[in-house]
């Protein structure tokens, strides 16, 4: 493992021409999510590099970016636990921004303008700054990134298709703890009490799942509306059916099991998204 906080540095050891890159964007507090997405690149690629940066064009809100959880030691310690010649990446935000962090606009096609997007203001057009600015710097050979965060996921396939980044992005399965629970970094913020309804998200959309097979999108709807009043300590921020690809909304009349379930709640000071294909 080799770590580097300077651009210029790591880019001249990668033009060396080391081989395969998979290149894994993380905003650190790793978990097995993320360490999921580490070994896979792993396994396809001659080497790995890892950024570990909490992107301040991504945030809207201060507080959110300086109390995202940081556990660099912790972090390092894992990666040297992989059994592959890693590069981590972790700078400073001048390194990346200079004086100034400007968010880049693209043209997300609308995939920016929903659910996610919606409710969190040019979160995607910072989303897309930095992976813009990775795959150009970089140039990995392939670029891996969860289905936990589809919608970005579907974001920056069309960001690099449009863009010709030379960059094979990859998407990945969601890693869950073992009452279903989504990993993510943020689930460190839940207190125990909380911690132990969280999994509720996750049973809702299973259940969705169950019932796509015969019901209208409409009855699933209210199936979660009732959910959440049962279950009040959550609150439901939005729950959508929609195309996998195009990520537009089904109809109330459309059966819904050939689209993806998205959902988004809150609990206490934390906002959990989870994502379910019901295919
Ligand atoms: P983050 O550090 O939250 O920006 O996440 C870095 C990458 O890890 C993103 O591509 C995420 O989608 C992915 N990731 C985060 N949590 C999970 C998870 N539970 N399973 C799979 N991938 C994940």
Do not use: W
Request: some cysteine; charged content about 25%; overall charge neutral.
């Amino acid at each position: 493992m080799e770590v580097f906080d300077s651009y210029e540095s790591l880019k001249k050891v990668l033009n060396e021409g080391v081989g395969s890159i998979g290149m894994v964007p993380t905003m650190g507090a790793l978990h097995e999510g993320h360490l999921s997405l580490i070994r896979r690149a792993a396994q396809e690629n001659q080497r790995v590099l890892i950024s570990i940066f909490v992107n301040p064009t991504q945030f809207e809100e201060a507080s959110d970016l300086i109390n995202y959880p940081k556990t660099l030691v912790e972090d390092l310690k894992a990666i040297a636990s992989i059994d592959s010649k890693t590069y981590v990446y972790v700078p400073k935000t001048n390194d990346i921004y200079g004086q100034n962090a400007l968010t880049e606009t693209f043209d997300l096609s609308d995939l920016d303008q929903v659910m996610e997007g919606s409710k969190r203001k040019n979160h995607f057009q910072g989303v897309a700054t930095i992976v813009k600015f990775f795959l150009e710097t970089f140039k990995p050979t392939k670029a891996y990134f969860g289905q936990k965060d589809y919608q970005q996921l579907q974001i920056i396939l069309q960001l690099a298709e449009k863009l010709n980044l030379n960059t094979e992005i990859i998407g990945c399965p969601i890693v869950r703890e073992v009452d279903g629970l989504a990993m993510s970094s943020r689930n460190k913020h839940l207190t125990p009490a909380e911690r132990k309804i969280a999994p509720l998200v996750f049973k809702a959309l299973l259940e969705v799942k169950e019932m796509s097979k015969n019901k209208k999108y409409s009855v699933l709807k209210s199936f979660i509306n009732a959910f959440f009043v049962e279950h009040s300590q959550l609150e439901l921020d939005y729950f959508v059916i929609a195309d996998s690809k195009t990520l537009l909304e089904i109809s109330d009349q459309d059966k819904a099991r050939e689209g993806r379930a998205f959902i988004a709640v809150r609990l206490g000071k934390i906002r959990l998204i989870d994502n379910l294909d019901l295919a």
